[in-house]
T-cell receptor, first 113, second 111 residues
Framework: DGGITQSPKYLFRKEGQNVTLSCEQN?????MYWYRQDPGQGLRLIYY???????QKGDIAEGYSVSREKKESFPLTVTSAQKNPTAFYLC????????????FGDGTRLSIL | AQSVTQLDSQVPVFEEAPVELRCNYS??????LFWYVQYPNQGLQLLLK??????LVKGINGFEAEFNKSQTSFHLRKPSVHISDTAEYFC?????????FGTGTRLLVSP
């Protein structure tokens, strides 16, 4: 079945450490997205990519980095510069037209040790 | 800038009662609108979408929504809820290749 796979499901980070969250899709979608979800704040866009080797900052990109070397993969790195990284992270992808919905993975919950 | 407002952060309801979750958006252009559902510790699942045409849109799990252009609303309804409908519901509007989400409404269904 086609879909989006996020790993790991749970992740723990030590102070000063970078961690990378994985997102893989087999839907043949060009566009991919990373969101951060905090209680009561809905989803906030971190980064998005509309095509391989290109990506744009979203509303809360500070302290995060991404790469898009393959169409299927859009990993997110939470750097030590992100001072409050504890959150639920969601990856999504969508087709080319703006009227197509985004499809979401099951998320990664990141916590600080 | 486009925005989405979900005024109710939480809606408690008894099983088999009807429910309406409210969503208002701000836009001066044609929009595409979506409702998503999120169960605990899971991603978002598409419930329904409005692209054009009929203003009454039917989705999965017995949900429907009505697009009202004059009131810039896209309220979600279900005539009879189940315990299993307990979840968080997000309204979203398409802005180019991005989605702008509301802050969500938690639906709490009790027996």
């Amino acid at each position: 079945d086609g879909g989006i796979t996020q790993s790991p499901k749970y992740l723990f980070r030590k102070e000063g450490q970078n961690v990378t969250l994985s997102c893989e899709q087999n839907l043949n979608h060009d566009a991919m997205y990373w969101y951060r979800q905090d209680p009561g704040q809905g989803l906030r866009l971190i980064y998005y990519s509309q095509i391989v080797n290109d990506f744009q900052k979203g509303d809360i990109a500070e302290g995060y980095s991404v790469s898009r070397e393959k169409k299927e993969s859009f990993p997110l790195t939470v750097t030590s510069a992100q001072k409050n990284p504890t959150a639920f992270y969601l990856c999504a992808s969508k087709g080319d037209h703006s009227n197509q919905p985004q499809h979401f993975g099951d998320g990664t919950r990141l916590s600080i040790l | 800038a486009q925005s989405v407002t979900q005024l109710d952060s939480q809606v408690p309801v008894f099983e088999e009662a009807p429910v309406e979750l409210r969503c208002n958006y701000s836009s001066s252009v044609s929009v595409y609108l979506f409702w998503y559902v999120q169960y605990p510790n899971q991603g978002l699942q598409l419930l329904l979408k409005y692209l054009s045409g009929s203003t009454l849109v039917k989705g999965i799990n017995g949900f429907e929504a009505e697009f009202n252009k004059s009131q810039t609303s896209f309220h979600l309804r279900k005539p009879s809820v189940h315990i299993s409908d307990t979840a968080e519901y997000f309204c979203a509007v398409s802005v180019g290749q991005k989605l702008v989400f509301g802050t969500g409404t938690r639906l709490l269904v009790s027996p």
